[in-house]
Nanobody, 127 residues
């Protein structure tokens, strides 16, 4: 089993920046790729960004069009942590942000591909 804990969510003004962290623990050998998803009030959970995790698979990232150029996903395998650096935040970025992990090494944008989920961290962007 893998446990994921997100942190870093808070209230920020439009145009501001914020960094989220996702600490992973448990059976780390089960993690092949990790991702961030978000869910706004009354909406479905959607893909934000993903990264390969295993060192042998290289460094490969995916981004949703809505965040490309503004958000950056990165990993620190020594710290078992996935990060999401968010810049130029807009009110439409307001959501609960979830960290997810999958056993296969290829990161994807598909929610159901991910086996493990964190509890989420709230990001609120005020206008």
């Amino acid at each position: 089993q893998v446990q994921l804990v997100e942190s870093g969510g808070e209230l920020v003004q439009a145009g501001g920046s914020l960094s989220l962290s996702c600490g992973a623990s448990g059976r780390m050998s089960s993690i092949g790729a990790m991702a961030w998803f978000r869910q706004a009030p009354g909406k479905e959970r959607v893909f934000v960004a993903a990264s390969s995790w295993m060192s042998w698979s290289g460094s490969f990232q995916l981004y949703a069009d809505a965040v490309k150029g503004r958000f950056t996903v990165s990993r620190d395998r020594a710290k078992n942590t996935l990060y999401l650096r968010m810049t130029t935040l807009q009110p439409e970025d307001t959501a609960v942000y979830y960290c997810a992990a999958r056993e296969a090494s290829i990161p994807t944008m598909i929610l159901t591909d991910y086996n493990y989920w964190g509890q989420g961290t709230q990001v609120t962007v005020s206008s």
